[in-house]
């Protein structure tokens, strides 16, 4: 049982990192970070935000694609027209995780 455990812990982190490692790939990473406001909010900040809301992965695939402004602050979010929308939608899951 031990070892089903820690085998799943490893699985499960490994799946994090990688997620993270796809923010980092991307630049997300330049604006954002997981528990602190840098230019962005933080990605806790948006997940206690979104969570709860039913649409949240579609609508965090779509800002992340598309970008937008005023929702937190004044400084825009670029568009990431490139990600494919799995990316785009990895990185929502993984943001709404948090």
Same mark, same amino acid.
């Given at each position: 049982?031990k070892?089903?455990i820690a $085998?799943? !812990?490893?699985a499960?982190? +490994?799946?994090a990192?990688?997620d993270q490692?796809?923010?980092?790939? &991307?630049?997300?990473?330049?604006c954002? =970070? *997981?528990?602190?406001?840098? *230019? +962005?909010p933080?990605? %806790?900040?948006v997940? =206690?935000k979104?969570r709860? #809301?039913k649409? !949240?992965?579609s609508?965090?695939? &779509?800002?992340i694609?598309n +970008?937008? !402004?005023? *929702? /937190?602050g *004044?400084i @825009?979010m @670029?568009? #990431? @027209?490139?990600?494919?929308? %799995?990316?785009?939608?990895?990185?929502a %899951? /993984? $943001?709404l995780?948090k």
């Amino acid at each position: 049982m031990k070892s089903l455990i820690a $085998i799943l !812990s490893l699985a499960l982190s +490994g799946t994090a990192l990688a997620d993270q490692a796809l923010a980092q790939k &991307n630049m997300c990473l330049a604006c954002h =970070a *997981v528990d602190t406001k840098l *230019v +962005g909010p933080s990605y %806790k900040d948006v997940a =206690a935000k979104y969570r709860d #809301q039913k649409d !949240s992965v579609s609508y965090l695939v &779509n800002k992340i694609k598309n +970008g937008g !402004s005023g *929702v /937190w602050g *004044v400084i @825009p979010m @670029p568009a #990431q @027209p490139q990600l494919s929308d %799995k990316d785009a939608e990895t990185l929502a %899951k /993984w $943001i709404l995780q948090k």
